[in-house]
C-alpha cells in the first residue's frame, strides 16, 4: 500500500526522502518519495512547503491531490495541528474527523472546491458520501494511536478559510453547529481526495484553544511545545501505518460521473 501523507505546520520532510517537482494541469506541487519499514513507499506532501512558505489561501490543492493521484498513492492521510472548539477536549491529544462542516465549498481564490472544472469534461460527476473519511483507514490509525498510550477522540472537523484566525462569535457558531476542531488547510483536502476515489484520512492534533473557547488565551510557549509533539504524533504515525503489511482499504463513497 502506498500512503501519500500531507503535513502541516512544522512537518516540512522527513530524513532520507528526496523532492520531486511535478506538474498537472492544475499547476505545480511538490512531492518527497521515500520508504519506511521494509521498504514501503511513502509519498509526502508539505502544503505549506519549506519554511512554511505559503500561506492556507495560497496552497494549490487541486494540483497537490491529483499530484498524489498520478504518483501512484493508493490513500491519503491528511495531518493538521488544530485549534479545538469543544471545551471537553484536552490539548496536545490526537483527534480523528469523522464529520465535516465545510459549507460553502469554496478554495482560497474563491473558486468551488472541485476538480471538474470545465464543462463536458471526462469523469466529471457529483460525489455522492456516506462518509468523507475512510472507516477502514481510520480503524487502522486509531490502533496504532492506542498502541502508544494515545488513544483518539472523533468528532467534527470544521474547515475556515485563514489565513487570519476566526473571532469569538464565529467560534461560538461553529460550537453551536457541533464542531470539535477546526484549521484552515483540510477542507478541500478532503473533497478532492474523494472526488479521486481516494481513501482519506483526517488526524488532527489539538495544539490551542479556538478564541473564545477558554477563559485564557493559550500561552505562546505551550502552542510551540504542542506543534513538536504533535509533529512526533504525526511521525509515529508514518511509521507504523506505512511499515505494517495492509493492503489499500477500498474505496467506500461513490462518484456519480457523466461519461
Sequence with gaps: ?????????????????S??????????????????????????????????????HQINHRANLLALKEAGVDVV?????????????????????SDLYYPDNRLGDGS???????PG????????????????????????????????????YAHVPGPRFDSRVEIAALRATGVDFLSQTCGPETILANELELPYALVGFGVDYANGVSDERTPVE????????????????VKQLSGA?????????????FE
Design 77 to 97: 492521510v491528511s495531518f493538521s495541528v488544530c485549534g479545538v472548539i469543544n471545551p471537553n477536549w484536552p490539548l496536545a491529544a490526537p483527534f480523528l474527523a
Design 19 to 56: 523532492e520531486a517537482r511535478v506538474k498537472n494541469r492544475f499547476g505545480e506541487a511538490r512531492l518527497l518519495h521515500g520508504s519506511v519499514g521494509a521498504g514501503h513507499a511513502v509519498t509526502l506532501l508539505p502544503r505549506h512547503r519549506t519554511g512554511h512558505a505559503l500561506l492556507p
Design 121 to 156: 469534461e471526462t469523469g466529471r460527476g457529483h460525489l455522492l458520501p456516506e462518509s468523507f473519511f475512510n472507516t477502514t483507514l481510520l480503524a487502522r490509525i486509531r490502533s496504532i494511536l492506542i498502541s502508544s498510550g494515545n488513544e483518539p477522540l472523533d468528532g467534527c
Design 245 to 257: 503489511d495492509e493492503p489499500a482499504p477500498e474505496f467506500e463513497n461513490f462518484v456519480y460521473r
Design 222 to 237: 505551550t502552542l510551540k511545545t504542542n506543534l513538536q509533539r504533535g509533529k512526533d504524533c504525526f511521525e509515529f504515525i
Design 1 to 17: 500500500m502506498h500512503i501519500g501523507y500531507i503535513t502541516g505546520s512544522g512537518f516540512y520532510d522527513l530524513p532520507g526522502f
Design 112 to 118: 468551488t472546491c472541485t476538480l471538474f472544472t470545465e
